[in-house]
């Protein structure tokens, strides 16, 4: 089974993609208590629970502001028109990110600038988004894909040579660090998702906005709420209606103190799948690399199934569903070349790395509560299924054990 609806649990030996049920389990009776709270203070929009959350956010990642919102879409697309982005001006984005990024680029009139990604990490290439500046070119995004960030020092560089503002995509990347900086902290602002199998998730859709600057949150603030700065009183044209509802808010607050651990216990099978999967790098099995160590909070957990490979990816990925291991693929087709862009103009063959990546990724399972010997479970079908005949399995099964 592949991963089409993460929100499963796990049966005998099958290894779900993702389970919520042990995260719900150790904070089942707060949430309950949290939600009754909810229904007798009665304040379901913009409630005291969602700037309890703004604040502890903001302040866990590093960042002054939190604006709630009510998906990390929405997030994108009004944090940008609040940082003063729009028509014009040239954003430019990775074309391996999901495609909410690009949606929210096109809600605020920008023009999207595809960048392709660095074969080994997935992550923006800063040389190519360099050379992709033009005179029109406001805005980086940077795509913290996959739970690991972008190096803080050579987004600010690129954007302090070329004076562009940073808006951080950490929509995967919930408390991730790297070189000292949470996500949420590098950027002028940034964008996060509490879809619920993110890091940090709600028990259905939420978002936020965080930024440095005052007056980002203020507009943001106004554009979520009918573009009204007070009650009845309108001035943001582009206002809408995207709060973060009061009962997600609740329960994001009560995960929240746990998010650490969970991402650290993420890093942990991170580390027992990179560890096991070592002997298969001749095999052409090869983990997007990790450069910022227990800075990266594995959101997905992502191997490249390369040519060098002896089977094909459909095939691994037959093998593990065989054996009730779901898998997934993040993303399958590169924004540039999904039917709905073509307007954009861009050709097949535009972003080869992107390109040559999307046919060999697959995404294991990953979550806090994953057991190592479920990751062994999954790693030992990744052995069986590369090997051929039964000698050199063997001697694999050894190397890796
Ligand atoms: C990289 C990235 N950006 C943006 C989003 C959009 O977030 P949401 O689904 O909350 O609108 C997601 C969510 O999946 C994402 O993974």
């Known amino acids: 089974m592949t991963a089409d609806n993460p929100m499963t649990t796990s049966t005998h030996n099958s290894v779900p993609f993702v389970d919520l049920a042990w995260q719900h389990d150790q904070i089942q009776a707060q949430i309950q208590a949290a939600l009754a709270a909810v229904l007798s203070r009665g304040d379901f929009v913009l409630g005291q629970a969602v700037q309890e959350l703004e604040t502890a956010f903001a302040e866990a990642s590093g960042a002054q502001c939190g604006v709630g919102v009510a998906c990390g879409t929405d997030a994108i ?88 503002l940073i808006f951080e995509d950490a929509a995967q990347a919930h408390l991730a660090e790297r070189e000292g900086m949470r996500a949420g902290s590098v950027g002028t602002a940034a964008a996060f998702s509490f879809y619920p199998s993110k890091n940090l998730g709600a028990i259905g859709d939420g978002g936020m906005l965080l930024t440095q600057e005052a007056l980002v949150a203020e507009t943001t603030r106004s554009l979520r709420n009918y573009g009204a700065v007070r009650k009845y009183f309108h001035t943001e044209p582009q206002g809408t209606n995207s709060r973060l509802d009061t009962l997600q808010a609740a329960v994001l607050g009560l995960k929240l103190p746990f998010l650490l651990d969970w991402n650290h216990a993420r890093n942990q099978i991170a580390q027992h799948y990179d560890d096991r999967l070592s002997a298969l790098r001749e095999f052409g099995i090869l983990p997007i690399r990790n450069d910022s160590g227990t800075g990266h909070v594995y959101h997905l957990y992502v191997i490249r199934v390369t040519t060098d490979c002896p089977i094909d990816r459909t095939a691994l990925q037959l093998a593990l569903q065989e054996k009730q291991i779901q898998s997934g693929i993040h993303y399958p087709v590169p924004c540039h070349l999904q039917p709905a862009f073509q307007f954009l103009g861009y050709q097949p063959g535009a972003f080869p790395v992107a390109e040559g990546l999307s046919q060999e990724i697959l995404s294991l399972p990953m979550y806090p509560g994953m057991t190592l010997e479920q990751a062994d479970r999954v790693i030992d079908v990744i052995v069986q299924a590369v090997n051929q005949d039964t000698a050199t399995t063997e001697s694999l099964t050894a190397l890796s054990a």
């Open 77 to 164: 697309a009004l944090g940008l028109s609040a940082c003063g982005i729009g028509e014009g001006d040239e954003v430019l984005l990775p074309v391996n990110t999901f495609v909410a990024t690009l949606i929210g680029i096109l809600r605020s009139g920008a023009i999207p600038v595809f960048v392709d990604c660095d074969q080994d990490t997935a992550l923006l290439d800063l040389e190519a988004a360099e050379a992709a500046v033009t005179l029109k070119t406001r805005a980086v995004i940077p795509v913290h894909l996959y739970g690991q960030m972008v190096s803080p020092s050579g987004l600010k560089a690129l954007a302090e040579r070329h004076d562009l």
